[in-house]
Each structure stands twice: as C-alpha cells, then as structure tokens.
C-alpha cells in the first residue's frame, strides 16, 4: 500500500530498461551500447542506496523474426529460444551487465498482459477495423510514409533507415486511434520538457507530432507469429505493440500491485534514436488509453559507426562485443563507449582510437597511478598506509576536488549524460597524478627526518584516499577494476566493508581510508596488450 501514510517506502526506486532485442541475429556491439548504458546508470543509482530495477530481454515475434527462423529451417519458437540462449543471454555477462531481469516477450506473463491491456482498450473504444494500404519496411517493422522513403537503383523505393526496399502492405486490421492523442502528447513534452531527451530528439517527435498522426494499425492476419488478438482469433498483435508492453508487465502491470506501484512510472526508456518515435509517441499515447501513467524520460542515444560506416552484417562491418572484451576486457571496453562518446550523439568506433584511449586513460593514467600508490607505499612504509600529517594546501585543493568531481558526476547521471560522469572521474585521476608529480613523494622520501616522513605519508595517504574514492567512482563504468583496486588498497580489511556497499556520497568524504590499511601492489590494472593478437 505505497500511499497509505506512515507506510509510505523511504527508498527511492529507480526503474531503468533498454530496448527489448530482435532474435533475428546475433548482438552487435550496437545493441550492447545501450545495454552497457543502462548498466552504469544502474549501477550507479544502486551505489546511491536507491531500489534499482534494471530490465533487459528480448523481442521476439513479428514477421522479422519469422523469415529469420524460416531461412534456418527452424519453427520462430526454436529460433528465438536458440538466439537467447546462446546469445542475448550470454552477451550479458560479456558486457557484465547487472540486469535484474530478462523478459522474453515469447513467456505468458507478457502474452496475456498484452491481451488484457489492448482488451482494454478496445472495450474503451479507441480500437476499430479497417484497411491500411502502405509501403512497409519489415526489418523496422514498420509502415513508412510515401515522404520518408528514399530512392535506390532502378526506381525502388527504400526504407531510410535500413536502405532496402520496402513491401506494399494491404490488410485489414484492427487500429489504435493514436490521432486522437496528438493534442495529449504535445501537452505532455510542454509540460514534463525533459520527457524526451535530449533536446534535439525532443525537438523532432514535437515536430513530428504538430504534422498531425495518423493511426496505428495494430495486428497482422497475414501471419501467425505473434500475440493472438483476443477478440478476433484471425489477427495477431503487431510486433511493436506488443514489445513496447515489456517494460510494464515485467513490473508487474496486471498482476503484483504493489511492486508495480512502487516501480512504475519508469525513471528512464534507453533507447536508440531509430526507435525514438515508438518510445515517444506511440508508447506514451497507449499508456494514456489505458489509464496508466507514462513513463517519466526516454532517452535516444546516438548511432554507432565503424571506420565511419554503417555496421551492417551483409557488409561484415558488424562488430560482436566478444571480439573487443576478449582483447581489451570488458571494464576497457564500457569505458571506452561510455567515456568517448557524447551519450545523445552518434559515434564512431574504431580499433586505434579504443587502442589509444586504453593507453592513455587506462594503463598510463589510472593503472599507473595505482601501482605507483601501491609500490610507494610498499617501499616506504613496508605496505602500511601511514598516518597523514596536517594537510598543506595541495591536500586541500585534492579533497575539494573530489568533492567537485562527485558532485559533476552526480548531476551529470540524473540527466543521463554518462559520458560526463566518466570523464569527471577521469579527470580527477588526472589531477591526482598531477597531485603525485608536483609534491614528488620520491624526493621527498629522500628526506629520512620526522618531518621528511610526516611529509612523506601526508602524500601517500592523500593518493591512497584519492583512490579510494576512484574505486567508488569508477565501480559503475569499470566494476572489476574498480573491485581490483578496492583489493589492493586494503579497504575492507581497513573495515570499510566490501565494494559494492559503498555510496557515492561517500566517495566525496576525505579521510575514509584508515592509516593501517595494508596496500599491496598486485598486477597490472590494465596491462600492455600485444598489438599482433
Ligand atoms: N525490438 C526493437 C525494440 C523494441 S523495444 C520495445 C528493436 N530491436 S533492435 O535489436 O533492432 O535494436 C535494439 C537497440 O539496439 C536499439 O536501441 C537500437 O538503436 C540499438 N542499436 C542497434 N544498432 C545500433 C548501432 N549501430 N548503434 C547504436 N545503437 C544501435 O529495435
């Protein structure tokens, strides 16, 4: 009873999804951008002590998904069960995302959610017959209008997004009458301005809906994979509105009030910007028919390329994450999507820029920084962090520095600009080593007075802390590093407790680490890597 005073939960939730994947082929390191995403925010909201739910899973009816069982012999069920098996499933501990949940749009809790909601719907009136005639593009599995196509050789018309060509598609189906909700939705991105984000993706769904809607068709009788419409046994649901109804009946829409109570409306819709217009348009107008609150933020992320190109599988341009995590690991590989690329903006990956930013940010900056920590505490003080002395002022400008760095981040994650966060962080391991070359605790170790040693660990205390809170910080984008680090400060034999239980906010404290915390150097945090393989 979430409502009920004096019961109401102290515990913020934060409910993040990414889109749900086609099982038409294997993962591209395309649809582990949002993924991976997701997870830092997820993460990151978990290590702010709120009530995360992450969601991921699959999409697996429709027509696409279909022809890909067909062109491999095998029935759509088959197909989709061996695509999640042996790859939506798997690629999730390759990227090391920490999902919650998995829903498969294929399992009952969803199917019937699915009938029970457009039952609903159609009982309220804003469902009718009729006959769409369109061209329509089956790898979006959508009907396209004649404006948006583009010409291709010898006067085919192509879908704009894929650049092959499109059907033209004559059924009779059953339609959402999703014109009627134009005004609503406009009233809804006036009102609530961060409800499609960022601004420019904000700026064409308004545009886009002020063109006026038309409405949805919304099953399929040519064929029968997908959701049976409960009211006509001839028509499925169209795969879109049956998918989009994910993220609600994995919150227990229908059949678990409470939770769904406490985690709905969603915190925020990842999505690619090729999806942007379902997510902001058509989901929110379905919500609105069934009385059921929107969510409060989808936000379109850019387009990954390679080289400058389109992934694509006909090309072979199309990159597994595998093939990057098993070279350069998995925390290498987040940080480098994250941190590189302006979240909302398109991308280029390509193997010298990753192989560059693994030098540079990684084993020269934050792995160097830490081992240098390590040994020089180890050679100086037998691996025991010392007592710091008073702090001097470049101790003072580290620990405001901190301060500032979580406070960036933090803001930088409540509006979804990750890539700010990261390199917040980032900068200050900058700052830290900066910190190392100005005061050169190596010279000053030179010194073997009182005074020279009170120095000395003044330093190394004020690195080792730094790092502390680089481990806290670092542990949503780079968990295994950041839990390597965690090890070799010694932080939870210094009784802080284990990694995971650490909060960002007190990554902004100074002076957690307690001087006796036993420091070992390990290995590498991130390692050469030898170019040939
Ligand atoms: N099944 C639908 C989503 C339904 S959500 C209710 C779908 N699936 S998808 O597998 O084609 O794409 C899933 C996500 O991967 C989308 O957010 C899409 O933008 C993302 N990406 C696929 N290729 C991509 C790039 N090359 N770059 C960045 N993201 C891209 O759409």
Known sequence: MPNQPGRVSAVTTFYVTTPIYYVTAPPSIGNAYTTVAADVLARWHRQRGEDVLFLTGTDEHGQKVLEAAAEHGVSAQEWADRLVQQEWRPVLAVVDASNDDFIRTTESRHTKRVQEFWQDVYDAGDVYEGIYEGPYCIACEEFKLPGELIDGEGGAKLCPIHERPVEILSETNYFFALSKYADRLLALYESEPTFVQPESARNEVISFVKQGLQDLSISRSSFDWGVPVPWDDKHV??????????????????????????????????????????????????????????????????????????????????????????????????????????FGSDGSFSWEHLSAIYASDLANGLGNLASRVTAMVGRYFDGVLPEPGEAGTAEQALAEALARTVAVANEAIDRVAIHEAVTAVTDFVGAVNGYLADEEPWQVAKDTSATGRRRLGTILYAAAESLR?????????????????????GAEGAGLGSLVDQRIADAARWGVLSAGAVLTKGAALFPRLDDAS
């Open 237 to 342: 649901f169209y795969v879109w509105i049956d998918a989009l109804l994910n993220y609600i009946t994995a919150a227990g829409y229908g059949t678990d009030p409470d939770t769904f109570a406490r985690v709905w409306p969603a915190d925020v819709h990842l999505v690619g910007k090729d999806i942007l217009r379902f997510h902001a348009v058509i989901w929110p107008a379905m919500l609105m028919a069934a009385g059921v609150e929107v969510p409060r933020r989808v936000f379109a992320h850019g387009w990954l390329q390679v080289g400058g190109q389109k992934m694509s599988k006909s090309k072979a341009t199309a990159i597994h994450p595998s093939e990057i995590v098993d070279h350069f690991g998995s925390d290498a590989y987040r940080y480098y999507f994250m941190k590189t690329i302006g």
């Open 469 to 489: 809170a680089i481990a806290v910080l670092h542990a949503a984008v780079m968990p295994r590093t950041a839990a390597s680090l965690w090890d070799s400060l």
